[in-house]
């Protein structure tokens, strides 16, 4: 419920606070007043576009805040998701614009997007008439409303999820298609590299072992005669091995008193010759690993090159052709288990669309009894609002190709005609400003216990009527708003005197030496309200006989 909007320096308006309670409010003044500016207004706290224009003259900034007590079941509705506000039981909604065209929004003085308010906004309160929002009838809510009306919401979220799951497994088997036909294109391919790589057989780190054993033999050519002769003076009787094998038993026959350098030098000589027999070893296994055949450097080499060709061929590292063969050989065994899969997604497909079928077909059915009773119920509003003429149909389109969509298989619209001989169109098309708002009136009466509560605007909704057809619209105003919200702006006295609370918006002077207009806007209280209702009875001139008809509409209310 809108409980309070406050006004700061927007066109003509300088400072205005108003607390607004539930129930039916009436706003009424004379042409010209400034009720159109305060709806402009609203229409900023909600997120409406705005520009420098409508901050008034002489300041550097407009602002408008509007105030909502929230019911429980707002606190945790979707309009919320993905903002980092609490909600509570009241939400601020404020918009500021500067005098460069700039433009801030703020929910409970966190700031947000424009897009964001509005979006708030629309959760909020709904305008009609002719400089309203109209939400109700834009055909893309239509569907969501006859849903409601018709007791349906269960059933369209069944679909919903339905439709979901089909996408899905239409999306799992497109996918997994592709994938086929991916691999059916490269099976040949695949069979000829499994071939080859099978028989070239690479294993892991072989390359690096092959380098390395190329790269030895190939110096083992150059250094074989050094390391022979090395041997050579190693391992002869004349080599030094047999001579420090001498020199150590030689010293070992002397004998000498008060020293022991002898012996140490002994114990270094043995060392030696150790690490003498253990090198010699070494060489001779080094000089049998030079003895190759010339035949394994060729055999190595051919392998080696022909393991990087094959990774060229294929634009891997050497190292990864196990890896690429082993890769190839899952591919290959898979196109035949790819196959059984398909067979079963293509099964899954079948009988999701099915049960999507089975769901929107029951929602379909539903739509169109609740089609007709929606329409019955709107038919009898009409005459009473002195729309006798016009008819009301709600249009059910299905797709002809069986097309389907996520919120069933038809579209909906309103339909009317305001005129028995005119042909029936969409409803925001053929009505005019004033036939729109008694349309949304009737809409809204008829769908009040199937739509959530929110607060509603019109926006002379009585324009061009009077005498008891005013008077039903008054108390069709009056119905609507038991037990929530409904804001009027008026000049029909018969649908003021029905109101619960009542405001007088007029135009007055700053001062007598000064040219500049102000929009006010004053609470009534029982005798003001008299005044009121008796002026837009009578006109300029307030008379008693006007005054008394006020008082017989207002103890009629």
């Not at 429980?72 to 500021?96: C, K, M, N, S, W």
């Not at 099976?187 to 690479?202: I, R, S, T, V």
Request: hydrophobic fraction near 40%; charged fraction near 30%; include cysteine.
């Amino acid at each position: 419920m809108l409980t309070g909007l406050s006004i700061r320096d927007i066109v003509l308006i300088d400072r205005l606070d108003i607390d607004f309670s539930e129930g039916l409010c009436v706003l009424t003044g004379e042409t010209g007043a400034g009720k159109s500016i305060i709806l402009d207004a609203l229409s900023l706290a909600l997120g409406a576009r705005a520009d420098r224009s409508v901050v008034r003259i002489g300041k550097e900034k407009g602002s408008v805040a509007a105030i909502f007590d929230l019911p429980p079941q707002f606190t945790d509705d979707e309009a919320f998701d993905g903002l980092e506000i609490d909600p509570g039981e009241q939400l601020f909604l404020r918009r500021v614009i500067t005098r460069d065209g700039k433009s801030r929004a703020f929910i409970n003085d966190t700031p947000v997007a424009v897009s964001t308010l509005s979006r708030i906004g629309k959760s909020l309160l709904e305008i009609h008439g002719q400089h309203g929002d109209r939400q109700l009838m834009e055909p893309s809510v239509h569907r969501g409303l006859l849903d409601r009306f018709g007791g349906l919401e269960t059933l369209a979220l069944e679909v919903v999820e339905a439709f979901d799951v089909m996408q899905s497994a239409v999306r799992d088997l497109a996918e997994h298609e592709s994938a086929i036909e991916r691999l059916e294109a490269e099976k040949d391919y695949l069979e000829h590299a499994h071939e080859e790589l099978q028989a070239l057989g690479p294993r892991p780190d072989e390359e690096q072992e092959l380098a390395d054993r190329r790269s030895f033999m190939m110096q083992a050519e150059s250094v074989h005669a050094e390391v022979l002769e090395a041997q050579k003076k190693l391992s002869d009787d004349n080599g030094i091995g047999r001579e420090l094998y001498r020199v150590i038993r030689h010293l070992g026959g002397v004998k000498i008193e008060g020293t022991d350098r002898l012996e140490r030098a002994l114990g270094f000589l043995e060392q030696a010759s150790v690490s003498l027999a253990e090198g010699t070893e070494l060489v001779d296994a080094l000089l049998r690993d030079l003895e190759f055949d010339p035949k394994e450097l060729d055999e190595t080499e051919e392998r080696l090159f022909a393991l990087r060709a094959a990774a060229r061929k294929h634009k891997v590292a050497v190292d990864s052709l196990p890896g690429l063969l082993e890769k190839i050989c899952r591919q290959i065994e898979s196109l035949d288990q790819d196959q059984g899969r398909l067979s079963e997604l293509r099964r899954n497909v079948v009988e999701t669309q099915n049960r999507f079928k089975k769901v929107a077909d029951k929602l379909s059915k539903g739509r169109v009894a609740a089609a007709k009773k929606l329409d019955r119920a709107i038919t009898k509003e009409l005459p009473p609002l002195k729309l006798q003429k016009a008819r009301f149909e709600t249009k059910i389109f299905h797709d002809s190709n069986n097309g389907f969509s996520r919120h069933g298989l038809e579209t909906v619209e309103f339909h009317a005609a305001t005129n028995p001989n005119t042909e029936l169109g969409p409803l925001a098309k053929i009505a005019s400003g004033g036939e729109l708002a008694r349309f949304a009136l009737a809409l809204k009466v008829v769908l009040q216990k199937s739509t959530e509560r929110k607060t509603l605007i019109f926006d002379e909704v009585d324009q061009g009527i009077g005498g008891a057809v005013a008077d039903a619209v008054g108390e069709r105003l009056q119905k609507l708003a038991e037990g929530g919200q409904v804001l009027v702006i008026t000049h029909s006295p018969q649908v003021a005197a029905r109101a619960n609370h009542h405001w007088r918006i007029r135009k007055h002077g700053v001062s007598k030496s000064a040219d500049e207009v102000l929009t006010k806007v004053e609470g009534l209280d029982d005798r003001e309200r008299r005044e009121e209702i008796a002026r837009m009875l009578a006109g300029a001139k307030v008379t008693d006989e006007a005054r008394a008809a006020a008082d017989q509409l207002l103890r009629h209310r």
